[in-house]
């Protein structure tokens, strides 16, 4: 690869080093010379909408935006002469003076909002020109968010971010000059809309106050938030989390833009559903549904579980659980008798022997053809899902789904295929659709393990044979191929699993799971199975049916109290960091499980 | 208030700087529009400062002293709260814009109309049955009608959209310190110089 020639020009009388091609905002920004602005933002392409970023380059009688004019060799560039900031100021006061701007009534208060920022840098006290005070709509009808277009300066912040980020482009601008705003698909709701992921990136982005999280609005700023990286353990993406907290709680999941595996993107998981969402919490041990110590609840344990043989002993665990639990498990497994990891349908040969996808996160965008291989990712991986949409729709590569439910990704496919024909010639058609690929990805879900699976992916690895096409596995479960590493086995079928051997004591670790547990449940076979056995014990950090049904409930820690590292399907070894002490009386699921068969 | 006509100055225009720091001291009137009064507290926030500020100061004319003069006086500074609401309050204004030297917009009802200006949206009509016909409190009543009552603007102003405003001082209300802040630098014959440092919009 060529190194991109290096170019040398003055800014604000400094010199500056950059690369051909980049813009004069890019050089200033990493030589440290401020221009203020508004709609731009690193990772999204520049829109030049809010003239803040305007520069004089001597020589020419023009003004320019910065954040979309490539520097050039030799320019000398001027970013605060009076001119400019008079423009500047102008401009600031014609964004003042359309809409709702008035702080005082804002939920995004007091140092979070880019317009207020940029208001008080330039020591606007008052404006010269007439409010307008038009009545433009508020949309609550999104679970998570909302959108008050009284506060949208038109930025496109949002719209760029779902088209260029989530891929999905559920939001653009319509109407012309004063009556110009930001609507979701044809001008519906966020509530009704068939393309809105729900994914928050446009919340995350927005500069002022027009998009709002509905958790945290009007609650404090982000701005005096503690801040903390760690990692989400909802899939086994393993997207790098920023999260804000304030007087233990937590105030804002962001994506952490550092991390390698979503770039600051995220779905409805990582972002709301780990916390914006009502869930009553278990913070004491529960013997028959009443409230103990800790003591007497492991006490009652000891006694059921010495009752049983080990042989007679069952321990499940969520295949959510971090590294250093499933270690500590490997460590206690000769005292703890049989054990395996419950996870999703079709899923156990999938992790049983991991394979590691290396770097697919990074890889993924370059590839020119992308087949999906019985997996739903715009289901249970939303950021593999981001990526696949945008690296279909932004840079063209063709995409061919099969063996899994019509998504919203099977419009941008151009093979879809939810029960893929044996026939000669659809095949033949698929081998057309994929000549001249040269670098195709081939994305594979737990339904990869299936006879059709099998059948399908025989058939492109017989296409692609030339190719060495980029093999992607992405399970559902956050953390299985790991415990599979460790030794605990996955299962599938838990009810047959089960009644292998007669279960006198079965300990449940549910841990975080949102649902705490209660889809192993929904197999008759495991709901009796429980009745059956004499002691169950539930380590959970819900509520739920499954804890309702436990002898004892152990309250364990959720995800943003436990330490320890995940392995994500690229076996990328991923911190999870404690944010807030842990809750009441729980404890983290290594140390409940040593306290309990230790 | 009767609505005698405004009478012209007969004052010289005062030569800048319009504040002088020496004495005599420096005549003020302060006046409350359509605003909540936080202004004023802000401004009585000033606590051990105001007794520096009754050095240079004499407020002639204000909801927070005890007025004995009869009509408004002719002041050097004229510092007004809230935004203008109705046609009492705009003759008001222009009668202190005519009888002041320099006119402070203090506080964001002022500056930007703020609170009372939320119901621009709306037609005054719809405002007036939503708060007297509508609302659980006061049901009992009706619109008001009396011809004492000052008649509401369909919407409501801030004071540079009615008179000519030479300083404005956000905040909601701004702080003691940006207002202790804009006095002083006016009284030391400067115009205030307001940035992020020492004010803001909430």
């Known amino acids: 690869m060529i190194a991109p020639k290096k170019i040398t020009l003055t800014i604000d009388g400094k010199l500056c080093e950059g690369e051909a091609g980049q813009t004069i905002l890019e050089i200033a920004r990493t030589n440290g010379v401020v221009i203020p602005t508004l709609c731009y933002m690193k990772n999204l392409t520049p829109w030049g909408g809010c003239r803040l970023c305007i520069v004089e380059i001597e020589g020419s009688p023009k003004i320019v935006p910065s954040c979309t004019t490539p520097a050039q060799e030799g320019s000398k560039v001027n970013t605060k002469t009076d001119r400019l900031v008079g423009l500047r100021k102008a401009t600031l006061e014609l964004l003042f003076s359309e809409r709702n701007h008035f702080c005082p009534m804002c939920q995004l208060n007091k140092g979070d909002c880019g317009l207020q920022h940029q208001g008080l840098a330039h020591g606007i006290t008052g404006i010269r020109y007439p409010y307008l005070y038009p009545a433009m709509p508020v949309d609550v009808t999104a679970k998570y968010f909302g959108m008050d277009q009284n506060r949208c300066i038109l930025c496109t912040r949002c719209v760029r971010t779902c088209d260029e980020q989530e891929g999905v482009h559920t939001l653009d601008v319509a109407k012309r000059g004063i009556k110009n705003q930001v609507v979701v698909d044809m001008n519906g709701t966020f509530g009704e809309s068939t393309t809105c992921t729900q994914c928050g990136a446009c919340v995350a982005n927005c500069p002022t106050g027009t998009l709002f999280d509905k958790a945290n609005a009007f609650r404090g700023q982000l701005v005096s938030c503690q801040q903390v990286l760690t990692t989400c353990t909802e899939c086994s993406v393993g997207c790098g989390l920023k999260v804000f907290t304030k007087e233990s709680r937590v105030v804002s999941v962001w994506g952490d833009p550092d991390s390698l595996v979503n770039k600051g993107h995220l779905c409805v998981k990582g972002r709301y559903q780990t916390w914006a969402e009502p869930r009553e919490r278990i913070i004491t041990p529960l013997i028959k549904g009443k409230p103990a110590t800790w003591k007497e609840a492991l006490a009652a344990i000891r006694k059921a579980s010495d009752a049983a043989k080990k042989t007679e002993r069952a321990l499940l665990v969520a295949p959510r659980v971090t590294n250093e639990t499933a270690q500590t498990i490997a460590k206690l497994a000769g005292k703890i008798g049989r054990i395996a990891s419950y996870v999703g349908s079709n899923e156990a040969a999938f992790v049983a022997k991991p394979e590691y996808s290396a770097n697919a996160m990074v890889k993924l965008p370059d590839a020119d053809a992308i087949i999906i291989i019985g997996g739903q990712p715009s289901r249970d991986n939303g ?30 496919a151009n093979v879809s295929a939810p029960t893929p024909s044996q026939d000669e010639s659809f095949w033949n058609d698929v081998a057309a659709k994929l000549a001249g690929v040269q670098r195709p990805a081939v994305v594979c879900g737990p339904d990869v393990t299936t006879a059709d699976g099998k059948a399908v992916l025989a058939r492109i690895t017989k296409i692609l044979a030339d190719r060495s096409p980029l093999m992607v596995g992405v399970p559902v479960s956050a953390n299985a191929m790991s415990l599979a590493c460790s030794g605990i086995v996955p299962v599938e079928n838990v009810g047959a ?28 076979a495991v709901a009796a199975q429980l009745k059956q056995a004499g002691c169950v014990v539930v380590q959970a950090s819900y509520k739920s049916a499954l804890t309702d049904a436990a002898t004892v409930v152990l309250p364990a820690a959720i995800w943003c109290e436990k330490t320890g590292t995940v392995t994500n399907f690229e076996g990328r070894q991923l911190p999870v960091r404690s944010v807030l002490a842990v809750a009441g009386e729980a404890r983290e699921d290594g ?5 309990v068969f230790a | 208030m009767s609505k005698t006509p405004v009478k012209k100055s007969t004052k010289k225009p005062a030569a800048k700087p319009v504040v002088a720091a020496a004495a005599p001291k420096v005549k003020v009137a302060t ?28 407020i002639l004319f204000s909801p927070i002293v005890d007025t004995k003069v009869k009509d408004m006086p002719y002041v050097d500074v004229g510092i007004v709260e809230g935004c203008v609401n109705n046609t009492d309050q705009e003759h008001e204004l222009k009668m202190l814009r005519e009888r002041c030297k320099l006119l ?24 007036l049955i939503r708060a007297y016909e509508q609302a659980e409190s006061n049901k009992i009543c009706c619109i008001p009608n009396d011809p004492v009552v000052p008649k509401l603007y369909p919407k409501a102003r801030p004071l540079a959209e009615v008179v000519k405003v030479d300083v404005s001082i956000p905040g909601c209300p701004p702080d003691a310190d940006t207002i202790w802040f804009a006095l002083t630098e006016l009284l030391a014959g400067r115009m205030p110089q307001l940035n992020e440092k020492n004010m803001r919009y909430d």
């Open chain 1, 383 to 412: 950021v593999v899902a981001a990526t696949i949409r945008t690296t279909v729709r932004k840079r063209g590569a063709k995409l061919f789904i099969f063996l899994a439910p019509t998504t919203n990704l099977d419009q941008y």
């Open chain 1, 497 to 524: 699993w089960l009644a292998e051997k007669p279960v006198k004591f079965l300990h449940i670790v549910a841990s975080d799971a949102p649902d705490g547990g209660a889809r192993l449940l929904e197999d008759s």
């Open chain 1, 591 to 595: 140390t409940i499980l040593e306290s």
């Open chain 2, 31 to 58: 006046m409350w529009l359509s605003g909540c009064s936080g202004c004023h507290m802000s401004f009585l926030d000033l606590d051990e400062r105001l007794v520096d500020l009754s050095k240079l100061v004499e």
């Open chain 2, 104 to 127: 402070i917009a203090l506080g964001d009802c002022a500056v930007t109309g703020n609170v009372p200006a939320l119901r621009n949206q709306f037609t005054l009509k719809d405002c």
